[in-house]
């Protein structure tokens, strides 16, 4: 059973690798009648697409999206959806030595190691060019949630500096280029990337998800449970290392008193009031109507141009530095990608719950 | 697509609520010609039991597994394995009004809202009972695994008190009730749980869970990456509620000169020997060789002695405590809940990766 | 990914062997607050039970189910379903040497070149006990489906002498111990079976099976669709060797003219009458409305007293042939057997369907 | 779950409609390494392709293959192989009312009430066009079961004429424009379909697909049977209504003492010596190194110029012929089709089998 697919109701594919002619997706399972065009999907990529500021890697790629198959008349067919994106940026190019030695922090080994051989060229299918199409995958997914679920991310640590949460707005995230929801602490990391940038050095960050008006109902226990397909589809994500749900690690340190969300009359037991969220809107892996709260950790760019320690495939002792473009936190293009997996797991529980129970929320 | 089935090649479908008949375990795609006996299986179980040390909960329950189906003179056939634990203690009791009732933190609320309906003895199949037949399973999978693969969890954290890492002594953690490997800190929690248990309050945790010899090459990127499958694995096991893989989040702080981790000539270019391991053996999703490295965050017991707000299957608002049984920190039995996903996953990545690629490691 | 589940949403997990302690059966993805009871699912395994007539074998079971998990004060919970059979019949013997040799047309030796080494008991997990649990499943799925689908199977050809339709009527299948829907030729096969039983000899069979009340809609083009399925859950039945829908084999004799089914207005375009149904209630992969008509053909037992060649483990030629109980014709145990898959295939697109289109017939 | 996909190990996912953009096809669990070239996969295209005789349909498509993503430098990467074709014969045109019409046969129908929605433009998603990505899909199979697996097809019987076996000659399949293993038969059919081109009907036909040199031990028994697979891999071909393996319903006929494959002493006893092959290569659900043989029963084409009675979407009784292109027996490009499948489900059971039993044939 191999690996390139998400979700099993609404279940989409990708394929591509980083300098092919293209990068795809076919998504599988999508309700008909949605009305969807390529304008729909192309807001997503273009909030995700590098080169939009300085922060981000310079790659001039449109992005643009193409929907091959799957809709008709301006609606989804229920057959499956194919989008593909072609690579402009593949001019045959000088790779130097990057076809034989391993850059530390890279899939390069590891590829290599799995499958005797590896698509070198632009980090192959390792490269997080591949999170586009997860970014296009999500927008279809939004359509399947309808307006009633609001999907929003924002980077909220960046280089060991977090945001201060009573300063949240969620309309800066679209005022400064790291979807910062915290105005000062944006020109605070303006001056952390610019010093990591001249150095050639890099930095990690922390991204939270915030999906609201999710019903209550969605996730299959025990194993496929919400937050733990959650955890799988942000650890999925290139360069995460730790995901966490609600309280997360701070749970950790609670105490059972405070750790419990107490429960309030609301509208009729259904809808009942919860007087806090340390639960990230999941109780024995089923949601329960409150906001779900996912957030993840991304290690800094591995492609820094100080050099580094390593060995090429003969075993080789060398030195390495990655020439080029360069993101000194990728962190920041991450939140589009943790948006969209989060509308593509919780869209995907959408259907599997209607299966089983024929709600249709 | 339910979800009471996990792994792919090596899969495991679990059955069974807290207070009925029985539990169990279907596991299909086991090897063949495997020595398999209940013993081996019984082993892991004694550890894992409630009761076997005041500090966890005080359910006499011997476990007995008994293997049905799938083993023949002491082999398994390749035909699916099925495990049975037998309820001793489901004698009829007296619920009082848990039935119409939801305790905050608890699953109840959600299991009633997705379903309609709930089996609220014990918690039914929310219980953490459940995670017995992970356990079963997870012994299954050390024997897919072979003796060259080592498994072992510890407790590193708790109530907010961590372990001391120059401490660490893996010889403690038989030593003490907590699977703590830093034999001090054992006797600080001895205190910490005292006064909780006294309290009637509850603390989280945090598990540390170390696979060695881990050959190169398991993982199947880039939606079943194996760190994306153990953060799943992890997730879906009760009260978790974060996940991260070598540096975790502490990789969001680190800059990228630190966080690569460099490379040197070891025994050829097949098995090169790194100089640290912030990645926690893994990179790009497929394992490097090196150990894998998972921790995970356990909230505390829902279930305290202390009366929280609540509300009732009619909407009207209460207050309620549980009764009984009473488990001041349900993080201590998760360790070899966490040991047993840690193996299913390698089981299942090792047989998925000679599926594809041929290599028998 | 192993075999021993069928379905994706209704889906079926067994386990178990011929003369291990027991059978059993896992459903997963079963819809809650259907009302459900071990009566429901014994009427249809007493139809299956060996031993009711002289015309199948003699095996004394009882065949008596267990729900063991799932159920909760009359009606399902939504978690998984566990049903077992203990095997009575189990007890120790002398099984020869059938350990060492393989009979022709049985799966002896494939188990063993597969597995290399085989639970030969009774032909382990390759007997048809195991359909038992196909038609408990199947018992379950009816539930799902609700009274409006109604499934019935019956005998239609035995030893080459088939039924003659016009003569067709469901109320003689209970009347006679075949499942024959034509009196006269009851009473034929009557007298073909007392001869091949003295002789030692065995025949094979046809069996159809029709679903009514079937809505259009369900089936999921193009590799899943609804007669794609039901062709692989008949296939997949011991000695099954044919499977048609429809016209089946003879619709490669037919013109374009006869072929079509024509259409004529019903009520309204959404149910409109058909005036043949060639195509067996499936157009595209999807069902139509129309019943849905599935066969399939039986070889002959293998298990005769006459001896056949074959060798042994070692390579050495022998002569075999099969002692103790014996059943002229297996086809007439498997018309439960296709009504319990026909169900299962049905539920699980039912399911599939309500996932995608929200269709919730 | 969706429908799109077939295959565990070895998964391909076709997208694309007959008049749309492109039709493609992604395969996800190649093995690495494999030496691929779009000429490989062209080969087979050609084949299959309509217009190469005036016995099928004048569509001038050249079908030309393109590999976009997945090979590098001439190999597979074990990443996902996605290929496209472009549909050049997609120009706009003149649909007449078949939008709002439903043809007897066809999935018009059918698709309407599934999704509410359908792309007639040429069939859309329910084209025959469709099976060319499994004709690709087949190609690249091939390359994973190696040289040693040879598998061959030919059309058997048409318009209820069946080729006589004994002057099978494989070498006459490539001589005339059927597939036909017999040069006589050849003539006869000649003269078929000349009469049915002229009246504008069409006919019927059956295909045998041989795999020879097939290792035994594939097929997972129970439910995923190699001849249960293989099943429904026939049975989602456009217009199959019938399969059978080995004897099929012959079987139905036989006596057991005839039916049995007598075994005698070959090369050893893992390769005994069968004297017939009744079973066609599979027992119990798993291969046993003898020829797998499958026949497949194909529908007359319901495209005939003669007018059949019909409804439209609004109810109304019509009279309805299809124009434009005729293909007076569909079966003839059945053939390469069912080869591919026979190879798709070859190439899974052959990683599947790999994954459990370590066998690397």
Redesign the interface.
Known sequence: ??????G??F?F?????SH?????C?I??????LPLSEANIQYYLDRRRPGQSRHTSQRREPDKI?I???V?EG?T??????LVIENVDQRSRDYGNIAEQ?R????D???W???????YRGG???SAR?TAMRVAAGAVARKVLGERIRIRGALI????EAIHRDRWDWDEIERNPFWCPDAKMATVWEGTLNA?RKDG??????IEVVAEGVP??????????L??????????I?AV?????????????????D????????Q???A?KF?SN???G????????QDVVVRF????????T?P??????????IDILTKGRHDPCV?IRAVPVGEAMMACVLADHL????????Q?P
């Open positions: 059973m191999p690996g390139n697919s998400f099993k109701s279940r594919t990708t394929w591509g690798e092919g002619f293209a990068i795809g076919v599988d399972g999508v309700p008909p009648r193409r091959v198959s799957g008709f609606q067919t229920g057959t499956p959806l194919a391993f530390p922090a890279h899939a080994f590891t590829y190691r799995k499958y005797g051989i590896r698509d192959g299918r390792a591949e640590e960046m280089g060991g990591l050095n890099s930095t990690g960050a922390v209550a109902g969605l996730g299959e226990p025990v194993y496929d449970k937050d733990a397909d959650l955890a799988k589809a942000m650890m999925s290139n290392k730790g995901v966490e749900i609600g309280k997360g690690f701070a749970a950790a340190v609670q105490n059972g008193v750790s419990a969300d107490e429960i309030r009359a609301g009729g037991a259904h009942p007087l340390n639960a990230g999941v109780l024995g892996g089923i949601s329960s109507g950790a991304v290690k800094p760019t591995s492609s820094i100080i580094r320690r390593s060995i090429d495939v003969s075993g080789n002792e962190g259907l599997r719950n209607r299966a089983q129970t024929g249709v």
